[in-house]
Nanobody, 117 residues
């Protein structure tokens, strides 16, 4: 499975963005999709996750501002980001636990979000 992330950009504080992550492949299922964000010099931090069963979890810094969702027909997962803050600036990666013949983790290429004050 290949993951393609998109939707990043430069926005002002208080704005919204929607990131997308599309999975490409055949005969696979995504057990869990996760969004991470990373700033230079720091480890990737989990932002949100969504299981196949529909359970979602969010990182503590989100405080209800982001929502993870899925369009199954398009094999696309979204991260709706609202009330963006300069501290949200970073590269956002999607990461999936994939089931094909075996289970493995797949990563998207990352999409840059820059929030100006």
């Amino acid at each position: 499975v290949q993951l393609q992330a998109s939707g990043g950009g430069l926005v002002q504080a208080g704005s919204s963005l929607r990131l997308s992550c599309t999975a490409f492949g055949r005969d696979f299922s995504i057990n869990e999709m996760r969004w991470y964000y990373q700033v230079p010099g720091q480890q990737r931090e989990l932002v949100a996750s969504l299981t196949y069963a529909g359970y979602s979890k969010y990182g503590g810094s989100i405080q209800g501002r982001f929502t993870i969702s899925k369009d199954g027909a398009k094999n696309t997962w979204y991260l709706q980001m609202t009330s963006l803050k300069p501290d949200d600036t970073g590269v956002y990666y999607c990461n999936a636990e994939v089931s094909e013949l075996t289970k493995y983790d797949a990563w998207g290429q990352g999409t840059l979000v820059t929030v100006s004050s």
